[in-house]
């Protein structure tokens, strides 16, 4: 919503200035398709390969984690006859003891891979915003618009500057 307002108050803005802004030497817009962007980057698949791995790494932790706390539970059922009332109820704790520590690794295990996926994204959005602002510059654009913003519905392929995107970014990165 917040987007397709300033969008809509930049182009009330430029209808209500339109003499002005083309008097000012012509009006160039761009767009950036992010998710072509994403798709197509060497960069931006390095990131992600790093994400999965660091993924990879903490769902073979709570795997470990979730086959221990099988095994103490398949005791039990195996030994419930054999043992005791007292060892039983030992198993029983030691079993809750491991559910709840697994539940415990499991929601933090999900929030540091929540965290590290926000951290990397705002990283790849800052560094795209210092690339696009610099060929916007370079280019002379007057306005840059994501592909996927409120309120752009229809664009040109000419106006699509992705691939120049993709290329600087992947150049900047190596």
């Known amino acids: 919503m917040k987007r397709f307002l300033c969008l809509f108050a930049g182009i009330i803005f430029l209808f209500c200035f ?13 767009v950036l398709d992010i998710q072509k962007l994403q798709q197509k980057s060497r960069s931006f698949q390095k990131i992600k390969d790093k994400l ?11 795997d470990e984690e979730k086959n221990q706390v099988m095994k103490i539970e398949q005791e039990l059922q195996k030994q ?15 079993l809750e003891k491991k559910t709840r520590y697994y539940k415990y690794i499991y929601e933090e295990y999900g929030n540091e891979m929540k965290y590290v996926e926000f951290e990397a994204m705002k990283n790849f ?16 654009y007057t306005m840059l618009l994501e592909a996927n913003a409120a309120g752009l519905i229809y664009y040109e392929d000419t106006v699509d500057i992705t691939d ?6 992947d150049k900047g990165k190596n």
């Open 18 to 30: 339109h003499n002005e802004a083309l008097g000012a030497g012509g009006f160039k817009i761009g």
């Open 125 to 140: 959005r800052r560094e795209i915003q210092k690339v696009v602002a610099e060929i916007g510059k370079k280019q002379g």
């Open 80 to 94: 419930s006859l054999m043992l005791s009332l007292d060892a039983k109820e030992d198993k029983e704790r030691e």
């Open 164 to 169: 120049d995107v993709i290329k600087a970014y």
């Open 52 to 62: 999965r791995v660091k993924f990879e790494v903490l769902q073979k932790k709570l």
